[in-house]
């Protein structure tokens, strides 16, 4: 299991001033790109109960926007890491992001639930390309030695975008309307579209003929690895963690209620992320990996016992610590497994994170209907135990 043939043809990274200088403006628009597609991501979760009664559908119904939009997110990932080899980290991020500004117009004029789901469904297809996309321009210009630190201000970026979309979706969706809250990321991504033409291209190697970079990837076999790791993750964390607003609305909470109780979860990320930050290169991979799974394991086992306001708060808090303990640890190792084509092996990273995400929400949305919260909750902390020993057990056992 070795990567020595992909290292042969590594581009060198680029030259990088001190990392206090390292986030100026050109990195601030990099935060910004992961801000907004979180935003996206997350705002419908608040949003189902309503959204459902308001078009007149159930909640399996509605959820189909939700988990569409998460595996149109996960199914576009490789080609988006394609487009990013050959064309460029920023352009395909410009590109695709001006694409998401359609997609969001046409979430907000929806007239009924089935053009509702396309448009989220082409909207996550269109917001796939930007986190991707600065996890590998990181990759492109950072040493892996101090990679996760950048890495982390990253996964903070992305957190406000939860938590911002949590709380701003509840609260305009119960006191304006459902539909000017997908109008914000649209209006943000047409400006994102047009402001990331400042930011300069990292050097790539020539992208060859056009399966290659997948070659690269797919040969490895500690990419197949972590593929299945993240899969397992992104049903765990990212399948689940949509049930925490049902869960506490099926308790009679309002939808702002449920909001600010779920964006708890990017509070909890953001403040874990500044601890990874200083605990990188003093803790062992291994050791913040395990960190993660405890916290997780904890959070659902809350939810599991209790879906009461403390009980839920407790367990988004903890959820977002989990994930900036694990996830960043898992998504730096995945950064340096195919440096010879990195953006497809992030994209496909990702493929298997978000594919984890749709089918985990969608095979739950049966039980939820029927308010089995509690089961779900207690089969998400179950599931925990081998995603946690499973990512410890590959990290210690790889050697790059």
Not at 78 to 90: E, F, H, I, T, Y
Not at 104 to 109: D, F, N, R
Not at 132 to 139: N, P, V
Not at 216 to 227: C, G, I, P
């Amino acid at each position: 299991m070795d990567t020595t043939d992909s290292a042969r043809t590594t581009p060198a990274p680029l030259a990088i001033p001190p990392e206090p200088s390292l986030f100026g403006a050109s990195p601030r628009l990099l935060r910004a790109a992961g801000f907004v597609s979180n935003f996206d991501r997350f705002c419908i979760t608040p949003m189902l109960l309503l959204i459902g009664t308001q078009l007149g559908v159930s909640l399996p119904t509605v959820m189909l926007a939700a988990s569409g939009y998460f595996l149109a997110y996960g199914l576009m990932q490789p080609v988006w890491g394609l487009a990013s080899d050959r064309l460029g980290r920023v352009r395909v991020m410009r590109i695709s992001l001006a694409g998401a500004a359609v997609a969001a117009l046409c979430s907000v004029i929806a007239p009924d639930a089935a053009v509702l789901i396309a448009a989220r469904v082409a909207a996550g297809a269109f917001f796939a390309a930007s986190i991707a996309a600065s996890i590998t321009y990181i990759g492109d210009t950072v040493p892996a030695a101090v990679r996760q630190r950048p890495l982390s201000e990253l996964m903070t970026a992305f957190a406000l975008g939860t938590a911002a979309a949590t709380v701003v979706a509840g609260a305009l969706a119960h006191y304006v309307g459902w539909r000017l809250v997908f109008a914000l990321p649209g209006l943000i991504a047409a400006y994102l579209a047009l402001a990331l033409r400042r930011l300069p291209e990292p050097p790539r190697a020539a992208p060859g003929a056009l399966l290659a970079p997948f070659k690269v990837v797919l040969r490895s076999r500690w990419q197949w690895y972590v593929m299945a790791v993240a899969m397992l993750e992104g049903a765990v964390l990212l399948g689940f963690l949509t049930y925490i607003a049902p869960a506490l609305e099926a308790q009679g909470a309002s939808a702002t209620l449920a909001g600010a109780v779920s964006a708890l979860y990017g509070v909890g990320s953001m403040a874990a992320s500044q601890t990874v930050k200083r605990l990188v290169g003093r803790w062992t991979p291994v050791r913040l990996i395990v960190a993660g799974g405890v916290q997780m394991a904890l959070a659902f086992g809350l939810a599991a016992s209790s879906r009461s306001v403390p009980a839920l708060v407790a367990c988004t808090l903890l959820l977002g610590g989990g994930w900036s303990f694990m996830h960043s640890t898992i998504q730096s190792w995945a950064t340096g497994l195919s440096p010879a084509a990195r953006a497809t092996g992030v994209a496909m990273f990702g493929l298997a994170l978000y594919v984890g995400s749709a089918l985990a929400s969608a095979l739950a949305a049966g039980p939820a209907e029927h308010q089995a919260y509690g089961d779900l909750f207690l089969t998400a902390a179950i599931l925990t135990v081998p995603l946690t020993v499973a990512a410890a057990v590959g990290r210690s056992r790889y050697r790059s």
